[in-house]
């Protein structure tokens, strides 16, 4: 280890300590930026350190949920693993997890990393995890979950974060990696096509669950080979589904894993579910061990959390996006809620472009006996919308912690309050309830 590396670890343990010690957050990102001023390629030298391997998961949606399932599983069977819990997925948030699992001379003892990625981080994160991979020992494993769009302002559309993708996967070594990737995601599943090493594909097979009327946020329907619009034998969720092309004849390819029993409701889980058990089987954990690992699982930080406040429950569904709303919203009303409270900010986390909230199917919630509260830094835009959709607001509250006292009050024996709050809002909430901030 170079003397260049061993002061940026000195250097970013110093301020986790500091960031700690002041109650600044949880050093989840700040530790891992010094690290990468001082040293840019600190990642080289703290990946080979991870004796059996690295396993990055990415994608727009699913990423927290699905590196925590993985993490569990590797847990139960005795694993040692570090992995970034408080959801800092950029660059520095993967150091910053090496690191405080690191001494202070930089020596890492664990068997894996389980890093879930920012879709945009992608390729820096993997050309720099496996540059220095010892022995052939180690193994890499990519698990692709989705792109939609998201936060257009930063990221652009969907086909340009694929093509980064593609272009960072063909850069690399195939010798010891693997993908697992969803085959009903025509965009994802099309960069397994010339792959040539080790890959894994998990979809549904369940057509009762396709949905009878297409979604507004559909973000990936032309075939990204030919250019021609894709036919779908039926669609799950915005443009995921059993898809192929009847001009150029790419189709979804067969799933290696179709069906498994997800321990949170909602469809968008049961991909997740199907990409974390995927994962455990290319690493030879035994199916029933599997089971036994996820019986008990818990959701991640504002991914269908539970809060209990003054005997009232709270559930928060992190909302930040088209397609993931969307899913919210369908996974929330097959529990027939009778309070929600949404939570709309547009802060860097969150994108600062608003204008996708129109592709939000709101409609959804129009005729119903509920009472609906929203806050947020742009919950008059929130409100606005909803209007257009024929749904009648309880009252919007720019004061958040206000909206959720207001909201509270209207719960009754029994029932649950449903939060659906963008990114920022979420951690927000989280503040407000528990008292502590995650990053």
Same mark, same amino acid.
């Given at each position: 280890m170079t003397l260049r590396v061993g002061l940026a670890i000195i250097a970013a343990k110093a301020a986790s300590l500091i960031i700690k010690l002041f109650r600044f957050g949880a050093g989840a990102t700040w530790p891992g930026e010094i690290a990468l001023i001082l040293s840019p390629d600190i990642l080289k030298a703290l990946a080979p350190q991870l004796s059996k391997g690295i396993i990055l998961v990415a994608g727009t949606n699913g990423k927290t949920t699905t590196s925590l399932m993985i993490k569990t599983i590797l847990e139960k069977q005795g694993y040692s693993v570090i992995h970034n819990a408080s959801g800092a997925n950029l660059a520095n948030g993967v150091v910053s997890a090496c690191i405080q699992q690191s001494s202070w001379n930089g020596g890492i003892h664990a068997d894996y990393g389980v890093f879930e990625v920012d879709e945009n981080s992608l390729g820096g994160v993997m050309t720099n995890a496996k540059c220095q991979m010892l022995n052939g020992k180690q193994k890499l494993i990519v698990?692709?979950?989705?792109?939609?769009?998201?936060?257009?302002?930063?990221?652009?559309? +969907?086909? +340009?974060?694929?093509?980064?993708?593609?272009?960072?996967?063909r850069a690399l070594d195939r010798k010891n990696i693997t993908l697992i990737v969803n085959a009903d995601d025509p965009g994802v599943a099309y960069l397994g096509r010339d792959w040539g090493g080790g890959i894994m594909y998990f979809g549904l097979n369940e057509p009762k669950n396709f949905l009878k009327v297409a979604e507004h946020a559909t973000d990936s329907t032309f075939c990204i080979n030919c250019g021609a619009r894709l036919t779908y034998d039926g669609i799950y969720y915005s443009h995921i589904g059993i898809w192929h092309c009847e001009k150029c004849g790419q189709?979804?390819?067969?799933?290696?894993?179709?069906?498994?029993?997800?321990?949170?409701?909602?469809?968008?889980?049961?991909?997740?579910?199907?990409?974390? +058990?995927?994962?455990?089987?290319?690493?030879?954990i035994a199916d029933e061990k599997i089971k036994q690992a996820l019986s008990g699982f818990a959701p991640a930080f504002g991914r269908q959390e539970e809060f209990t406040v003054d005997g009232k429950t709270i559930k928060i569904f992190l909302s930040k996006n088209p397609a993931g709303f969307n899913a919210s919203l369908r996974t929330v009303l097959e529990l027939k809620p009778k309070i929600l409270l949404l939570v709309f900010n547009d802060r860097i986390p969150d994108g600062r472009d608003v204008s996708w909230i129109w592709d939000v199917d709101f409609e959804m919630l129009s005729h119903d006996e509920r009472k609906i509260f929203v806050s947020g830094d742009r919950a008059y835009d929130l409100g606005l919308r909803l209007k257009y959709a024929d749904v009648s607001c309880t009252g919007v509250y720019g004061d958040l912690r206000e909206a959720i006292g207001k909201a509270l009050t209207a719960v009754k024996g029994g029932e649950t309050l449903y939060i659906l709050p963008t990114y920022s809002a979420m951690l927000e909430v989280r503040k407000i309830l528990g008292g502590r901030k995650i990053l």
């Amino acid at each position: 280890m170079t003397l260049r590396v061993g002061l940026a670890i000195i250097a970013a343990k110093a301020a986790s300590l500091i960031i700690k010690l002041f109650r600044f957050g949880a050093g989840a990102t700040w530790p891992g930026e010094i690290a990468l001023i001082l040293s840019p390629d600190i990642l080289k030298a703290l990946a080979p350190q991870l004796s059996k391997g690295i396993i990055l998961v990415a994608g727009t949606n699913g990423k927290t949920t699905t590196s925590l399932m993985i993490k569990t599983i590797l847990e139960k069977q005795g694993y040692s693993v570090i992995h970034n819990a408080s959801g800092a997925n950029l660059a520095n948030g993967v150091v910053s997890a090496c690191i405080q699992q690191s001494s202070w001379n930089g020596g890492i003892h664990a068997d894996y990393g389980v890093f879930e990625v920012d879709e945009n981080s992608l390729g820096g994160v993997m050309t720099n995890a496996k540059c220095q991979m010892l022995n052939g020992k180690q193994k890499l494993i990519v698990v692709l979950l989705n792109l939609f769009r998201d936060q257009l302002d930063r990221y652009g559309e +969907v086909d +340009v974060i694929a093509e980064k993708w593609g272009k960072a996967l063909r850069a690399l070594d195939r010798k010891n990696i693997t993908l697992i990737v969803n085959a009903d995601d025509p965009g994802v599943a099309y960069l397994g096509r010339d792959w040539g090493g080790g890959i894994m594909y998990f979809g549904l097979n369940e057509p009762k669950n396709f949905l009878k009327v297409a979604e507004h946020a559909t973000d990936s329907t032309f075939c990204i080979n030919c250019g021609a619009r894709l036919t779908y034998d039926g669609i799950y969720y915005s443009h995921i589904g059993i898809w192929h092309c009847e001009k150029c004849g790419q189709k979804r390819p067969r799933p290696d894993i179709d069906a498994w029993p997800s321990p949170l409701p909602g469809l968008y889980n049961q991909y997740n579910t199907l990409a974390a +058990v995927a994962t455990a089987r290319l690493l030879g954990i035994a199916d029933e061990k599997i089971k036994q690992a996820l019986s008990g699982f818990a959701p991640a930080f504002g991914r269908q959390e539970e809060f209990t406040v003054d005997g009232k429950t709270i559930k928060i569904f992190l909302s930040k996006n088209p397609a993931g709303f969307n899913a919210s919203l369908r996974t929330v009303l097959e529990l027939k809620p009778k309070i929600l409270l949404l939570v709309f900010n547009d802060r860097i986390p969150d994108g600062r472009d608003v204008s996708w909230i129109w592709d939000v199917d709101f409609e959804m919630l129009s005729h119903d006996e509920r009472k609906i509260f929203v806050s947020g830094d742009r919950a008059y835009d929130l409100g606005l919308r909803l209007k257009y959709a024929d749904v009648s607001c309880t009252g919007v509250y720019g004061d958040l912690r206000e909206a959720i006292g207001k909201a509270l009050t209207a719960v009754k024996g029994g029932e649950t309050l449903y939060i659906l709050p963008t990114y920022s809002a979420m951690l927000e909430v989280r503040k407000i309830l528990g008292g502590r901030k995650i990053l």
